[in-house]
């Protein structure tokens, strides 16, 4: 039988070096703790994690926020912040549906005008990634992102949606249903 567990998020953020992922999985071992979700990324030389984890109920939860603020400061990371999830209505996750890749030439205003169309018809985006690649005299903007359509909204709106934020921002805007077999 399982013991009852409580869902934590822990978000850590600071100057990339070797051994973070390492300390830090470390304390959440010595407190029992289940990592069950996590994202962990180098950003401009910047580390970035968000895990989601489980811990038992008795497990010294304050003995986990000491350990990874020690984790903190050894490591001169900017912030280390460990926060129950309360929230939770205990639903299952709808899985992503599509995904949608945009490219063309790097401005601001990219990622607003893509957001904002998919917020507008209550898109969820579950994974966004950006990235700048090319030449620095014609940097070429990517965004690649994981959405969950509502189970009403035909995929044909969207995409005309899109299809204005592509002419708006002079980029290629591509909507396709995800590929379940790829992962």
Known sequence: MLAAMSDYAVAVVGRDRPGIAAALAK??????????DSRMTI???QFAVMMLVALPEDADVEALRADLERVRADLGLETAVLREITESDGAARPEPTHVLTVYGADHPGIVAAVCEALA??????????TRVVGASDAPVYTLICELTLPPELDPAALDADLAEVAESQGVEVVLRELD???L
């Open 120 to 129: 507008a018809r209550e898109v969820n985006i579950d994974d966004l990634a």
């Open 27 to 36: 304390a959440l071992l010595a407190a029992r703790a289940n990592i069950e």
């Open 180 to 182: 379940r077999d790829i």
């Open 43 to 45: 950003l401009g030389g």
